[in-house]
T-cell receptor, first 113, second 116 residues
C-alpha cells in the first residue's frame, strides 16, 4: 500500500524566516510524481511545487524548494523568506501508477509578523 | 490557463432533497475529472474518478447511488448528492487533468454543502 505521512500537524514561523515542512511516503514503485499543494483560508488548492521521481535535481520555485531523498522516501518543502500570505494548510501529495493523487494529512503553517 | 470552476460555491438544502454540483474546465479539455470530499481540518479524500463518456470509478466505501457522477463532455462533470442528509454536509472539490495526464491536477474552488 502507498502511504503519505506528514508528521507535523502545525508549524509556525516568523515573517522573513525559513521553515521546513516534512513529508515521508512509502511505495514500491520507482516512477512517480510528487507535489506540494497549499490550501489558504479560501480553500482553493494551489500547486506550490512539483518533482518527478526520476529527476535527481531538487525542484525550486522562487522561495520554495524541495529536498527530495528518494532512497529515504522523504520529500520536504523549504519556504524561505516566509511571508504572511504563506499562512495556509500544506499538503504533500503523490501520483503513482494509478494516476490518483494521494494526499498527506496536512501541516497547518502560521506565519507571524 | 488551466482554470477549473465549480458551481455553486455554497449550497444549503433540506434533508431528503438532491443537490447537483457542476465542475467545468474553462480553457482545456479534461480527459479525467476527480471528485474529493474534505471534512474540516482534514485532508482531501478521493471519492471517484470519471472519464468523459464512461462510468465513474468510485473509491471503496463511497456509495454509488448516493453520489451520482456524470462526465458528459470533456469540459463538464457533475456530482449529484441524492437524498441528502446532514452527514453529507462537507466541502466538495473537483479537479481535472488534461491530455498531459498524470503530471498535474487542476483544482476547482470547492463547494460547501450544508444539509439541514
Amino acid at each position: 500500500a502507498q502511504t503519505v505521512t506528514q508528521s507535523q500537524p502545525e508549524m509556525s514561523v516568523q515573517e522573513a524566516e525559513t521553515v521546513t515542512l516534512s513529508c515521508t511516503y512509502d511505495t514500491s514503485e520507482s516512477n512517480y510524481y510528487l507535489f506540494w499543494y497549499k490550501q489558504p483560508p479560501s480553500r482553493q488548492m494551489i500547486l506550490v511545487i512539483r518533482q518527478e521521481a526520476y529527476k535527481q535535481q531538487n525542484a525550486t520555485e522562487n522561495r520554495f524548494s524541495v529536498n527530495f531523498q528518494k532512497a529515504a522516501k522523504s520529500f520536504s518543502l523549504k519556504i524561505s523568506d516566509s511571508q504572511l500570505g504563506d499562512t495556509a494548510m500544506y499538503f504533500c501529495a503523490f501520483i503513482f501508477s494509478t494516476d490518483k493523487l494521494i494526499f498527506g494529512t496536512g501541516t497547518r503553517l502560521q506565519v507571524f509578523p | 490557463g488551466a482554470v477549473v470552476s465549480q458551481h455553486p460555491s455554497r449550497v444549503i438544502c433540506k434533508s431528503g432533497t438532491s443537490v447537483k454540483i457542476e465542475c467545468r474546465s474553462l480553457d482545456f479539455q479534461a480527459t479525467t475529472m476527480f471528485w474529493y470530499r474534505q471534512f474540516p481540518k482534514q485532508s482531501l479524500m478521493l471519492m471517484a474518478t470519471s472519464n468523459e463518456g464512461s462510468k465513474a470509478t468510485y473509491e471503496q466505501g463511497v456509495e454509488k447511488d448516493k453520489f451520482l457522477i456524470n462526465h458528459a463532455s470533456l469540459t463538464l462533470s457533475t456530482l449529484t448528492v441524492t437524498s441528502a442528509h446532514p452527514e453529507d454536509s462537507s466541502f466538495y472539490i473537483c479537479s481535472a487533468t488534461g491530455q498531459g495526464g498524470r503530471n498535474e491536477q487542476f483544482f476547482g474552488p470547492g463547494t460547501r454543502l450544508t444539509v439541514l
